[in-house]
């Protein structure tokens, strides 16, 4: 069965600093990859997503990820967070066999200080 | 535009009473996407329907229905609720039935709490 793994559950960070988010995926075969978010109050939104080709993906408000086929990982990335980047982030991995049954993770709360 | 609306927003139920939650999708799309998102936990893919016919289905018991409408609306049922029904139930709404080159939308949701 497909599953999804995020390494923290809660990060706290100050403004400026680099963000790394790691995900970590378990299923042998094509996968779609995504990385959603939710802000306070907000939908869940699509922040980027990988199906083929280049696995450096990026994403919308500087956001990247980098899928690495060999680590089944596709961790999420930004240069400097800002306050306004406080949110919950999941990842998620679609088997590429049709349909939107997406598995995701559990979710990381990023906490920007100003 | 309008997004994905459900309704209610939110609703109180006793365990053993049966449940309709209810997806207007974005206009012009005709997949509809249901997840039960546990506190705490990631959304979990209960079922997806594209052209009216159910086209997956996760791994929740046979008390989950759902249906879409000739509009594309679509209602998620719960019969004989548990404590453990208690969750954020979301729709999203897509274009096309796969994901490439296809965007998944969400609405607000539906907090559900089984007492």
């Known amino acids: 069965a497909q599953s999804v793994s995020q390494h923290n559950h809660h990060v706290i960070l100050s403004e400026a600093a680099s963000l790394e988010l790691g995900c970590n995926y378990s299923y042998g075969g094509t996968v779609n990859l995504f990385w959603y978010v939710q802000y306070p109050g907000q939908h869940l939104q699509l922040l980027l997503k990988y199906f083929s080709g280049d696995p450096l993906v990026k994403g919308i408000k500087g956001f990247e990820a980098e899928f690495i086929k060999s680590k089944f990982s596709f961790n999420l990335r930004k240069p400097s967070v800002q306050w306004s980047d406080t949110a919950e982030y999941f990842c998620a991995v679609n088997a590429n066999t049709g349909g939107f049954k997406t598995i995701f993770g559990a979710g990381t709360r990023l906490f920007v200080k100003a | 535009d309008a997004g994905v609306t459900q309704s209610p927003t939110h609703l109180i139920k006793t365990r053993g009473q049966q449940v309709t939650l209810r997806c207007s999708p974005i206009s012009g799309h005709k997949s509809v996407s249901w997840y039960q998102q546990v506190l705490g936990q990631g959304p979990q893919f209960i079922f997806q329907y594209y052209e009216k016919e159910e086209r997956g289905r996760g791994n929740f018991p046979d008390r989950f229905s759902a249906r879409q409408f000739p509009n594309y609306s679509s209602e998620l049922n719960v019969n004989a609720l548990l404590l453990g029904d208690s969750a954020l139930y979301l729709c999203?709404?897509?274009?096309?039935?796969?994901?490439?080159?296809?965007?998944?939308?969400f609405g607000p949701g539906t907090r559900l709490t089984v007492l």
């Open positions: 999203a709404s897509s274009l096309r039935l796969a994901p490439s080159y296809n965007e998944q939308f």
